[in-house]
């Protein structure tokens, strides 16, 4: 049983593993208190500890709702490690939470800490831990039913965390993970495009193209067979058509708002990183067996998918589920490393301002990533 992802409209992501949740996807763990463990060479004991984290005590509040506090420093479990955090990157599943639109699954308990998607330096390691070791540089994702990133220091589960290469820095990676991960997962699966570049020609259309999931997928769609149209506003279009678009529209004209392609294409599938677009738009702009693959799947959303599936439709609407996994976060990562990918950063902002962060998230313009820097 899988929920579906957030990007920064709203898709939900809970990748967990648990007493009672079995079937979910595994994922790390933050803010446990067990017994001591295991200090390797170069490692030091937190235990006792105090650090600095940014929490909410109960449901609402928005940015205001964040408080600055003092509270220990977490103790990794066998299978878990010690992180000091240099970066964390906020998705709106992240406020959406905090309002309240996940309860009672979400949060477990308050207080609670936000934020899943970081990239730190491994401080202490499990016993169990075999791939790292104090000094190693990382990016991970944090248990959802934790959180744990708006901190100084998280413990992550070694299943999600990949080595960080120097050429990609701890915003770059903190960015990445749910809205990297979404994007490969929507274009690898339900639109089939391969990566190398064979296989055969898709025309992918990508909505809010600059958005977190957006960008990504506008970059990793372009390393395969397709032609690629593209959503944002006017004065972005030659910023997207710079990641990798063929064409691009502006969505707050006629011709955007409708989704018709300038040169005449229909799509194969459609990457849809936004709301509020009726099927009705969709359906004659798409491929004879074209798919919209919904990362942001609401009701309306479901409604049409169960519809399509029971009418035997070629055209499908497609609710995304995520499931990360190390290998796809390593891919990603890989080719961050390699130019291949770049996380656009709107903004970045000091753990002592995380609430800016967290506003800047709610209004809903950001360009690529928010990022907040212990």
Known sequence: PLLPTTDFTGIYSFPIQSRGLAGFAPISRCCSFPNSQRIGIGEFDMSGKIMHAVQYNSYGGGAAGLKHVEVPVPTPKKDEILLKLEATSINPVDWKIQKGMLRPLLPTKFPFIPTTDVGGEVVEVGSNVKSFKAGDKVVAMLNTLNGGGLAEYAVANESLTVPRPAEVSAAEGAGL??????????LVNPAKVKLDGTGPRKNILVTAALGGVGHYAVQLAKLGNTH???????????????????????????????????????????????????????????????????????????WTFA?????????????????????????????????????VIDSKFALSKAEDAWSRSIDGHATGKIVVEP
């Not at 194969?268 to 099927?279: L, M, Q």
């Not at 589920?321 to 130019?339: A, F, H, Q, S």
């Open 228 to 302: 690629i149209t593209a959503t944002c506003g006017a004065r972005n279009i030659d910023f997207v058509k710079s990641l990798g678009a063929d064409e691009v529209l502006d969505y707050k004209t006629p011709e955007g708002a409708a989704l018709k392609s300038p040169s005449g294409q229909k799509y194969d599938a459609v990457i849809h990183c936004t709301t509020g677009i009726p099927w009705s738009t969709f359906e004659p702009n798409l491929s004879s067996s074209g798919k919209v693959i919904d990362i942001t799947p609401g009701v309306s959303a479901m």
């Open 177 to 186: 993970v749910i809205a990297g991960l979404t994007a490969l997962q929507a």
């Open 307 to 343: 519809v399509k599936k029971l009418t035997f439709s070629k055209k499908q609407l497609v609710p995304l589920l995520l499931i990360p996994k190390k290998e796809n976060l390593e891919l990603i990562v890989g080719l961050v490393k390699e130019g291949k990918l770049k996380t």
